[in-house]
C-alpha cells in the first residue's frame, strides 16, 4: 500500500512556463501537508505547507482536497532555479509519508 | 540562520558493524527525527522522539536502531549489526513543536555505506 503517490515525471518545462504537480494519500485521518523540494544529493527543504483553504507564496500555489484526498502544487512563471525534486509529504500524529517525488527540469 | 548539522557526511562500515550517526538539532528545538533515503527512492520515516523518549516509529525500525540524546546537545541513531541494505542517507530533522503544526528542518545528511 502506497501512502502516498506521485507522478514521478520528469517534467521538463521552458523557462516561463506553469506546470502543477499532483499528489494522492491513502489515510483519510491525515493531519498536515507539506511540500518540500530536494535538490540532488541534498536534504528535503520545506516548500509550503498545505491548507484546505489553499495558499500561496509567491509564484507558488499549494491546495488540499480532503474529500479526494488529493494536493497539488502550481509553479508559476518557472525559473531555472525551480529545477528539483518535488517532494508530497503527509503527517499522521508525529509520522510522516513521502512520495516519492516529481523531477522538474527548467529548460533555457 | 540556525541549522541542523549531522556527521560524519559519509560512513562506510562492514556488515555486522554497529555505527553511529550523529545529529545536532536546532537548540531550542523539542522534537527530533530519523528518515532514511535509498538512493533513487523516497524519504522514509524512521522515529520520531520528544521528551526523550520515542514518539513514533516505523516497521523499519525494528530491533536494530536505536536512538538517543545522550546529552542536551546530540541526537544519535545506533544501527546494532548493519546489514547491506541499510546503506542509504539518513537524514536527521528537528522542529520547534508537533511537525503538524510547523516545519520540520532537515539536517544535510549522513551517507551511509555497508560492505
Known amino acids: 500500500r502506497k501512502e502516498v503517490e506521485q507522478d514521478p515525471g520528469p517534467f521538463n518545462v521552458p523557462e516561463g512556463a506553469t506546470v502543477a504537480f499532483n499528489c494522492t494519500y491513502s489515510n483519510s485521518a491525515s493531519q498536515s501537508f507539506f511540500w518540500y523540494r530536494q535538490d540532488c544529493r541534498k536534504e528535503p527543504k520545506l516548500l509550503m505547507s498545505?491548507?484546505?483553504s489553499g495558499n500561496e507564496d509567491g509564484r507558488f500555489t499549494a491546495q488540499l482536497n480532503r474529500a479526494s484526498q488529493y494536493i497539488s502544487l502550481l509553479i508559476r512563471d518557472s525559473k531555472l532555479s525551480d529545477s528539483a525534486t518535488y517532494l508530497c509529504?503527509?503527517?499522521?500524529?508525529?509520522?510522516?509519508?513521502f512520495g516519492t517525488g516529481t523531477s522538474l527540469t527548467v529548460i533555457p | 540562520e540556525p541549522e541542523v548539522t549531522q556527521t560524519p557526511s559519509h560512513q562506510v562500515t562492514q556488515m555486522g558493524q554497529e555505527v553511529i550517526l550523529r545529529c545536532v538539532p536546532i537548540s531550542n528545538h523539542l522534537y527530533f527525527y530519523w528518515y532514511r533515503q535509498i538512493l533513487g527512492q523516497k524519504v522514509e520515516f524512521l522515529v520520531s522522539?520528544?521528551?526523550?523518549?520515542?514518539?513514533?516509529k516505523s516497521e523499519i525500525f525494528d530491533d536494530q536502531f536505536s536512538v538517543e540524546r545522550p546529552d542536551g546537545s546530540n541526537f544519535t541513531l545506533k544501527i546494532r549489526s548493519t546489514k547491506l541494505e541499510d546503506s542509504a542517507m539518513y537524514f536527521c530533522?528537528?522542529?520547534?513543536?508537533?511537525?503538524?503544526?510547523?516545519?520540520?528542518?532537515f539536517g544535510p545528511g549522513t551517507r551511509l555505506t555497508v560492505l
Open positions: 498545505v491548507y484546505s
Open positions: 522522539f520528544y521528551n526523550n523518549e520515542i514518539s513514533e
Open positions: 509529504v503527509v503527517g499522521f500524529g508525529n509520522q510522516f509519508y
Open positions: 530533522a528537528s522542529s520547534p513543536g508537533l511537525a503538524v503544526l510547523g516545519t520540520q528542518y
